[in-house]
């Protein structure tokens, strides 16, 4: 069964302290590994997607990395309005039925508190 | 990335009664879903709203439970019918981006059942 486990359930930092969280993840074949910022009350924002084991993606403190067994995403001196959960999903390979190529299944997030 | 908006933002609800929740997108898009996020858990997806056919739904999810339609590539609708309390979550349409297999979530609806 594809599952994803997102680990810490919660993670408070002080600005400035680096840090990483961690997706693993169980799936018959990868199609693709998402992460997500979600603020409280909205959406979730599309961050990264990786492809590949080894592939890595940055944007501004955010670094994706990728195995073939989990991913990281680093948090470089971290600010407060980096405040989050992080949601990971991967996408299978699928048939036509249950989505077909695109669906995708979430882990549960990691909330992440950054303290002045 | 497409701009999605959804109504109501949130709504409370009472038991037995229907709520239909509408996403709309400002440009043309191939493929949109429909998602649940449940208090404290993780977002699971309900069904693919397919343009001009059925909704594909995933196992666990009816169609006399969650209707949708999808008149066109820019709209849909997901009706929560005959509610429970248990129905009570964030439901968030979400499309499929052009480039790439990413998907980009509407800001959700908010439903609580009393």
């Known amino acids: 069964e594809d599952q994803v486990t997102q680990s810490p359930e919660a993670l408070r930092l002080q600005e400035g302290e680096s840090s990483s969280l961690n997706c693993s993840y169980t799936?018959?074949?990868?199609?693709?590994l998402f992460w997500y910022r979600q603020d409280p009350g909205k959406g979730p924002e599309f961050l990264f997607t990786?492809?590949?084991a080894g592939e890595e993606k940055e944007k501004e403190r955010l670094k994706a990395t990728l195995t073939k067994k989990e991913s990281f995403l680093h948090i470089t001196a971290p600010k407060p309005e980096d405040s989050a959960t992080y949601l990971c999903a991967v996408q299978p390979h699928r048939g036509p039925r249950s989505g077909g190529y695109n669906k995708l299944i979430f882990g549960a997030g990691t909330r992440l508190a950054v303290h002045p | 990335s497409a701009v999605i908006s959804q109504k109501p933002s949130r709504d409370i609800c009472q038991r037995g009664t229907s709520l239909t929740i509408q996403c709309q997108v400002d440009s043309q898009v191939t493929m949109m879903f429909w998602y649940r996020q449940q208090p404290g858990q993780s977002l699971t997806l309900i069904a693919t709203?397919?343009?001009?056919?059925?909704?594909?739904?995933e196992s666990g999810f009816v169609i006399d439970k969650f209707p949708i339609s999808r008149p066109n590539l820019t709209f849909s609708t997901l009706t929560v019918s005959n509610m429970s309390p248990e129905d009570s979550s964030i439901y968030l349409c979400?499309?499929?981006?052009?480039?790439?297999?990413?998907?980009?979530f509407g800001p959700g609806t908010r439903l609580t059942v009393l």
């Open positions: 709203a397919n343009q001009g056919s059925e909704a594909t739904y």
């Open positions: 990786l492809y590949s």
């Open positions: 799936v018959s074949g990868l199609r693709g």
């Open positions: 979400s499309v499929k981006g052009s480039t790439y297999n990413e998907q980009f």
